[in-house]
């Protein structure tokens, strides 16, 4: 962690820089900085036509970054396939120090430019019972032997701790277990938004699909703008996908049926995890090259702590397995005037364990094709 704030410490903010992407990672980006730094062009691989731009920055194919000989260029990926982008750049004689990745940038930009800590997502675990039985499920809901829901006290306490450190967050989640099955979610989800409606992006709520929320739910959602991530496991089961679009739709409420768990063409499919009770063999540099290629992007916040990773929690909520110290960052530790405290909390949201990887790792087979080739159908059952 010491070598990536040492890297940020030295970054010229008024140098020119391409950003790779034109997405929506890209137009967070440019929300956050686009009057601020100096963005030469944008690059895209899907480009179709000519005379594109965002944001009246102008777009051109990524050829655009190898014509220009001779030439040091400073890029930053948005995108979440940053991985195999930075892997290209190298490749191409870019050199490390010059290549960002959007999501350190928004964190190190905010932090050592305007002294505040903006993050672009968080999700709140909301507990583990589901109304479905999947096999592969990464919150390992069918292997659980301890299932319950959060309180409402419990949510609230950990979204006053995380708001005590942190001045804004882009996207708020909402995530189980199944999260409509938590009768105390619309109650946290207005308390979060009477309290700290300015100081998050959008909030969303993450669902299988197959239940549709009730009317005092569907209320709240529409006074807190509140979005549905609405997963389709079509592949392997019947759900409600369209009937609950429709019913949002007829609500102005706005949802997405998310399809591509696993890129590269494998629609309805996850990657599968592994079995999350045995300890795999592997040694120490094996750990720290897992960790590195993993990419997992979903940083969680539970009992007043932040995780780094999705499948921490439910292994310690579900499965009773116990995490290290260093597995998690203590909200309630945070003082957020000391430096030393706030690199603690961004050393835990970016990813920079101490060891070079975390617990889990000995018992996960990693998300990303960088690092797992094996998958399985997205909502199979287990009969």
Not at 138 to 162: A, C, G, H, Q, W
Not at 182 to 195: P, Q, S
Request: aromatic content about 14%.
């Amino acid at each position: 962690m010491k070598e990536i704030f040492e890297k940020w410490k030295k970054i010229d903010f008024d140098a020119n820089y391409i950003i790779w992407g034109t997405g929506k990672k890209c137009e967070e980006l440019l929300k956050l900085c686009k009057d601020n730094i100096k963005i030469r062009y944008c690059v895209d691989r899907e480009l179709k036509k000519s005379n594109c731009t965002i944001k009246g920055i102008p777009i051109y194919y990524i050829s655009k970054i190898w014509e220009e000989k001779n030439e040091r260029k400073k890029i930053i990926i948005a995108s979440q396939a940053y991985l195999k982008i930075k892997e290209v750049l190298l490749e191409n004689g870019i050199l490390e120090e010059d290549i960002y990745i959007y999501f350190e940038w928004e964190i190190f930009y905010s932090w050592f430019r305007l002294r505040k800590i903006i993050l672009p997502s968080i999700v709140i675990h909301t507990g583990n019972i589901c109304n479905l039985n999947c096999i592969g499920c990464v919150s390992y809901v069918p292997y659980s032997k301890n299932k319950r829901n959060l309180k409402f006290t419990e949510m609230k306490e950990t979204i006053d701790v995380f708001f005590k450190i942190v001045d804004y967050v882009e996207t708020f989640s909402f995530g189980g277990g199944e999260t409509l099955l938590n009768n105390n979610v619309g109650k946290t989800i207005e308390y979060l938004g009477r309290n700290y409606k300015g100081r998050i992006g959008k909030i969303e709520v993450f669902t299988n699909g197959t239940i549709f929320p009730d009317e005092e739910f569907i209320k709240i959602c529409k006074i807190y703008n509140v979005n549905f991530i609405i997963s389709d496991y079509s592949k392997m089961l019947t759900g409600k996908y369209n009937e609950l679009g429709n019913k949002l739709l007829e609500n102005k409420i706005e949802y997405i049926i998310a399809q591509d768990f696993v890129r590269d063409d494998k629609f309805g499919y996850w990657y599968d995890m592994g079995n999350p009770e045995i300890i795999q063999e592997r040694s120490e540099m094996e750990l720290k090259e897992l960790f590195s290629k993993c990419a997992s992007n979903s940083r969680m916040i539970y009992d007043n702590k932040l995780w780094y990773c999705q499948s921490i929690v439910p292994a310690e909520v579900g499965l009773g397995i116990k995490m290290e110290l260093t597995d998690y960052c203590d909200m309630k530790e945070i003082d957020r005037n000391k430096k030393k405290d706030i690199e603690s909390f961004l050393e835990v949201y970016l990813g920079c364990p101490v060891k070079g990887y975390y617990s889990m790792c000995k018992r996960c087979n990693g998300i990303g094709t960088y690092v797992n080739n094996k998958f399985i159908p997205a909502g199979e059952q287990i009969k």
